[in-house]
């Protein structure tokens, strides 16, 4: 079956400008996960939704931030006036179940956001 | 908080060698444990999981991994190394509980898999 598939695969933006980032989860997954990783670093965790709804928003760095499930599915990823260091791999993740009940994290191919 | 270390940046070893990756993790309870494995230009594939039971835990690949408790470790195993199995390979722990960490996983830094034929 299809998995967790990301859009666009690379996004080339300048700094100031606003990007959003789109995550189709594996159908039926209740839970979404995003994840941010940089050059040389394991991923590091930026929010999650069980169904619709953000459980846990606490990774997000900042207000520039922002995500959005609104008919538990699709998820877009939303970050204002672009900075360069936040050039990295945005990866999204799905799962079967309740976040954290043993349910294994699927990965999607990321993408890769680079803020000139 | 929970956290995972990895010591190992990069480790180099002959195809056909053994292979034991180590991870040692953070946390105050039994903790759900992961390893993921990362090749380039592809996401993160499950290699295997620890949630409760028998510590020693089977994966795919070949791969083995044991939950030791008392060492805080998870160390991943595998009898002989493949050309394939170059990558990069991330540990990582789960949050079994409820609370702030509950669902969200902690990856270590990763360790670069270099297998010399």
Same mark, same amino acid.
């Given at each position: 079956? +299809? ?8 996004? *080339?933006?300048?700094?100031?400008? #606003? /990007? ?8 039926g ?30 990774g ?6 922002? +995500? /959005? ?10 970050? @204002? ?6 050039? +990295?791999v ?6 079967r ?7 294994? @994290? ?9 803020? =000139? | 908080? @929970?956290?995972?270390?990895?010591? !190992?940046?990069?480790?180099? *070893? ?17 903790? #759900? ?12 594939? =499950? ?6 039971? !028998?510590?020693? *835990? @089977?994966?795919?690949?070949?791969? %083995? +991994? %044991? ?9 991943l195993?595998?009898?002989? /190394? ?5 990558? %990069?390979?991330?540990?990582? /722990?789960?949050a ?22």
């Open positions: 079956g +299809a998995g967790v598939s990301q859009t666009p695969s690379n996004k *080339v933006t300048e700094k100031g400008k #606003y /990007v959003e980032l789109r995550c189709d989860p594996i159908s997954h209740t839970a979404l996960y995003w994840y941010r990783q940089s050059l040389g670093q394991g991923p590091e965790f930026l929010i999650y939704f069980q169904g619709t709804g953000a459980a846990d928003d606490s997000l760095p900042n207000d520039r931030f922002f +995500a /959005v499930r609104p008919e538990g599915s699709v998820s877009t990823l939303k970050i @204002q006036r672009t900075e360069r260091g936040d050039s +990295a945005y990866l999204c993740a799905s799962s179940g309740l976040a954290g009940a043993g349910e294994t @994290q699927y990965f999607g191919p990321g993408t890769r956001l680079l803020v =000139l | 908080a @929970q956290s995972v270390t990895q010591p !190992d940046i990069h480790i180099t *070893v002959s195809e056909g060698a053994s292979l034991e990756l180590r991870c040692n993790y953070s946390y105050g309870a039994t903790p #759900y444990l992961f390893w993921y494995v990362q090749s380039p230009g592809q996401g993160l594939q =499950l290699l295997l999981k620890y949630f409760s039971g !028998d510590t020693l *835990v @089977q994966g795919i690949k070949g791969f %083995e +991994a %044991e939950f030791k408790r008392s060492q805080s470790s998870f160390n195993r595998k009898p002989s /190394v493949h050309w394939s199995d170059a990558a %990069e390979y991330f540990c990582a /722990v789960g079994n509980a409820g609370g702030t960490s509950y669902g969200k996983l902690t990856f270590g830094q990763g360790t670069i898999l270099t297998v010399h034929p």
